[in-house]
Each structure stands twice: as structure tokens, then as C-alpha cells.
């Protein structure tokens, strides 16, 4: 199963998500989206949720930390202890509900405002 992470800025917006979102799930069939526990309740995240009627699963904070990333934003490092939340949360979300083993399809791709991003992630066991 395929899961789109994400990592947003407290200022994104849903149109920033979902820019991030299409860039980085296109060809690709989602199952489910993903972003750190601290987001939750986040008014752009339920109605980016809502609006492509995907479950989302919150990834605790310690999960994110050691996971291994294709890029790095010094900010996700500093805070989360990875390089990159979008990623990491794809990968956490992938292997703990779909199957351990899970790989990223791609680095994460960040929204034309850069308040967003977006990393596919597949399960180990599809």
C-alpha cells in the first residue's frame, strides 16, 4: 500500500497541500496520508483530508527520528531528528500499517508557496 507524507508549516494552507500532494502522488494510487502527531487538529490538514477522502494516520514525533530520508531541511533535522518530515512520516506510516520493509518512490516534493511537502512511501508487503 502507497502512503503520501506530509510536512507542512503552521501557515500552509490546503491549497499548499494539496500542491505538494499532486506533485508528489501523481501516477502513483495513495491509500492513506501520514504526518507527525503534532499536527493533528491542524484546519488545513482535516480539510485537505476531507477533501481527498483518504484516512490519515499521525505518526508520533520519536517514530520520525533515525528513519532514513532522501533529502534534508536543517529545520525537520533540528526539530524531528530527520531529514525530512514528509519522508519520514510516509515511511512510518508505510511500515508499521502496510508492511515492514517500506522504501520511498521518490524524494518529497514542496509546494510553489514552500509552506508544504510531500514524499510517497510504499509498504514492504503490498
Known amino acids: 500500500m502507497i502512503v503520501a ?15 505538494a500532494f499532486d506533485a508528489a502522488a501523481a501516477n502513483h494510487d495513495v491509500a492513506a496520508l501520514a504526518t507527525v502527531a503534532d499536527k493533528e487538529g491542524h484546519s488545513a490538514l482535516t480539510s485537505f483530508a476531507e477533501e481527498v477522502s483518504l484516512p490519515l494516520h499521525f505518526v508520533a514525533a520519536g517514530d ?5 530520508t532522501l533529502t534534508c531541511s536543517n529545520r525537520s533535522r533540528a526539530t524531528y531528528g530527520t ?6 512520516s510516509a515511511l512510518a506510516a508505510a511500515g508499521k500499517h502496510f508492511g515492514p520493509g517500506a522504501r520511498l518512490l521518490s524524494p518529497r516534493q514542496i509546494s510553489d508557496d514552500r509552506l508544504a511537502t510531500c514524499a510517497i512511501a510504499i509498504g514492504g508487503q503490498t
Open 5 to 19: 507524507g506530509l510536512g507542512f508549516s503552521s501557515s500552509a494552507t490546503a491549497d499548499s497541500l494539496r500542491e
Open 64 to 68: 520520525l527520528a533515525g528513519q532514513r
Open 83 to 88: 531529514g525530512s518530515v514528509a519522508e519520514a
